[in-house]
């Protein structure tokens, strides 16, 4: 059974900094594509960040690029995300996702070409 597992998430003020990891298990990702996406109350379901399954290729809404940085570490199965210099309307839940086939090219990680997803975990950023 697959699981994707996020933790990180949390409060805080404008300006500050988070780092979202996402743990996989059941499965070996390092030859899968990974992405994080983010909702905020009301509104749909977004991408933030993706990276290529070797970690050599990325790809930023346009929103977060050059404050949010998306990592890997295949050996432990898990992604990152650092968030820096964040902003209130950052805050939303953030979810870790996978897609269902290997080598998915980072700019084509939709919503909708997702297979796998987190739980969750909430960001919440005061101003």
């Known amino acids: 059974q697959v699981q994707l597992v996020e933790s990180g998430g949390g409060l805080v003020q404008a300006g500050g900094s988070l780092r979202l990891s996402c743990a996989a298990s059941?499965?070996?990702?390092?030859?899968?594509?990974m992405a994080w996406f983010r909702q905020a109350p009301g509104k749909e379901r977004e991408f933030v960040a993706a990276?290529?399954?070797?970690?050599?290729?990325?790809s930023y809404a346009d929103s977060v690029k050059g404050r949010f940085t998306i990592s890997r570490d295949r050996a432990k199965n898990t992604v990152y995300l650092q968030m820096n210099s964040l902003k209130p309307e950052d805050t939303a839940v953030y979810y870790c996702?996978?897609?269902?086939?290997?080598?998915?090219?980072?700019?084509?990680?939709?919503?909708?070409?997702?297979?796998?997803w987190g739980q969750g975990t909430q960001v919440t950023v005061s101003s």
């Open positions: 990276i290529n399954w070797s970690g050599g290729s990325t």
């Open positions: 059941g499965r070996t990702f390092s030859t899968y594509a």
């Open positions: 996702a996978a897609p269902g086939s290997p080598y998915t090219r980072t700019q084509v990680m939709g919503v909708n070409s997702m297979t796998y």
